[in-house]
């Protein structure tokens, strides 16, 4: 063992390195295991004090973000800058907490302040943050200033974003967001069908007949899938298949209920399979759902990380890939595209509010991309 140091033993007893290396040549296993008890003993007992730590300092940011006022706001900055490097540090849900309780003018110091600039995710999050809840992006950018989630030398996925809110991300998103206190908070999930219609086994049967071609390479996987992994929802299916004749957006139900997916294995004739035609922005909208507020017992990546998540999902289900595609790329190729949302009483969709699929059938109507997610065990 290189250099030396000491180990404790049990009633605070410290001992060199050398001595437990005397006790090992001597044969005294059963003293060398005290003492690693006590060591253990004591790791758990700071482990815990830790915990209730990082527990007790993320409170205190909490209640400084929520409290609207300048004076709050320098004090955060100041224990935020003390605590970045523990697990109390969650720049993404201050910036979230910011954007909610504060005034534009006290969350634009915060952005732009000199204090605050080495605060770099904070203030990339809380740009987005903002937009999210409806600030005008001329105010947000000083004459001439470069974007907040722009710096040189160091890529970071939400200076990908526009720097408006698209059509499909308004204009009621505001009802949607979290609200949350001191001690609570509350959050939406993404709604459920409005007037879901039946496909019967005939209309099955004749989806069925379509051949399709599994076409999902890892990286559609990756990007469509990101919503669930960012939610940590229980599960979900991301895949992609190409057909061999296009199909209209009049067929892309009974094709969908006939697709080789896990979440519809085993389904029998007369078990339900529902769906509807829905609109892109109710798909930006479940999307930003799923990884912005989480799944049970998740907090979720929150606004600015869940609006890039949705967007990458997107730009995977409408075949414009992140990164090589702009976000304008993809969301003229994702207006282009038909949308369907469906359900099914299959054993792995549970038929809870938050379960869904989502299919999304290319232009020339030769490909069907598919998002299911469930956060029921």
Known sequence: MAGGGTVGGGGGERYSWHTVEAWARGGQAERIGAAGGALAAEARQIGERLETLHRDLTFMQRALALTPGRAFLRRLLSLSTQVRYSKASDERLLASLIAEAQSLDDALYVLWHPEAIEH????????????????????LLPRAGRRPDFRPGHWSGLSWLPARLAEMEGPDLSAWLPSRGYLNSASGSPAPMKSPTPVGAAARRAGGAHRVREATPAQLVELIGRPARDGRWCDHEARVFALDEPVTARELPHVVSALPLDCLRGLGERDRFEGEECTLGTVWLTLFMTASTGGIGSPGVHGAWGRFSAWLALSGLCGAEYPEASAR????????CSWYRFGADTGWFRNEVSDYGIAALSPDGRRIAVLAATDAD
């Open 120 to 139: 770099h995710e904070l203030r990339a999050c809380l740009f987005h943050e903002l937009l999210l809840r409806g600030a005008d992006p001329d105010e």
């Open 329 to 336: 790329e993809v969301e003229e190729r994702a207006r282009a």
